[in-house]
């Protein structure tokens, strides 16, 4: 089956820096990934979609300067948090879409981001 | 505009058959997943349901209306490591994820 991977898995940070979190799959390429934020107890919430060679599309209220997304590769999406705040602490998953049959989007085991 | 309902919580007896419900109206569809989520875990894959009927895959088997825009999720056998949260999603006309709140699903000996 497909795999995506997520680096790092866990990571504290200190309010004002920034944080980098990379999505690899790791034995198929997509053209499109995505990146959630899930709050305790919440289902997921999708932050923006990730286009291989393109500019990321944002959700409504997401912003995007603050949530910079590069997807270099068709293996490789990068998602940073500038200037971290304690609000931005939660759960961050990253997920890789087949482009093939029924598209089903293969999820990365998450990063989960604390700001002190 | 885009609506999927399906209960917050429901609880079981461990080897006992658990029904989780999804309703959805949605502008476009490409077909319904199912996903599980344990807690402090990102989603895994249960099902995919595109057309009308029953999809069985071993203890879990998942249904799907489309004339209803209706779905189930059947559990048998229950265990205590099926507590989790169970996650109804449709695959919308630009083949993105709309996502349920997900339904917690608590496990009793």
């Known amino acids: 089956g497909a795999v995506v991977s997520q680096h790092p898995s866990r990571v504290i940070c200190k309010s004002g820096t920034s944080v980098k979190i990379e999505c690899r799959s790791l034995?198929?390429?997509?053209?499109?990934m995505f990146w959630y934020r899930q709050f305790p107890k919440k289902s997921l919430m999708l932050m923006a979609t990730?286009?291989?060679?393109?500019?990321?599309?944002?959700e409504q209220g997401v912003e995007k300067d603050k949530f910079l997304i590069n997807h270099a590769s068709l293996t490789l999406s990068t998602l940073t948090v500038t200037s971290a705040h304690p609000e931005d602490s939660s759960f961050y998953i990253c997920?890789?879409?087949?482009?093939?049959?029924?598209?089903?989007?293969?999820f990365g085991p998450g990063t989960r981001l604390t700001v002190t | 505009g885009q609506n999927i309902d399906q209960p917050t919580e429901m609880t079981a007896t461990e080897g006992a058959i658990v029904q989780i419900n999804c309703t959805y109206q949605?502008?476009?569809?490409?077909?319904l997943f199912w996903y599980q989520q344990h807690a402090g875990e990102a989603p895994t894959f249960l099902s995919y349901?595109?057309l009308d009927g029953l999809e069985e895959k071993g203890r879990f088997s998942s249904f799907l209306s489309r004339s209803k825009g209706y779905s189930y999720l059947l559990l048998k056998e229950l265990q205590m490591k099926d507590s989790a949260s169970y996650l109804c999603?449709?695959?919308?006309?630009?083949?993105?994820?709309?996502w349920g709140a997900g339904t917690k699903l608590i496990i009793k000996p």
């Open positions: 349901n595109v």
């Open positions: 997920s890789a879409r087949v482009d093939r049959g029924f598209h089903e989007q293969y």
């Open positions: 949605t502008s476009g569809f490409n077909g």
């Open positions: 034995d198929f390429q997509a053209t499109t």
């Open positions: 990730s286009n291989e060679g393109s500019k990321a599309t944002y």
């Open positions: 999603a449709i695959l919308d006309s630009n083949y993105q994820l709309i």
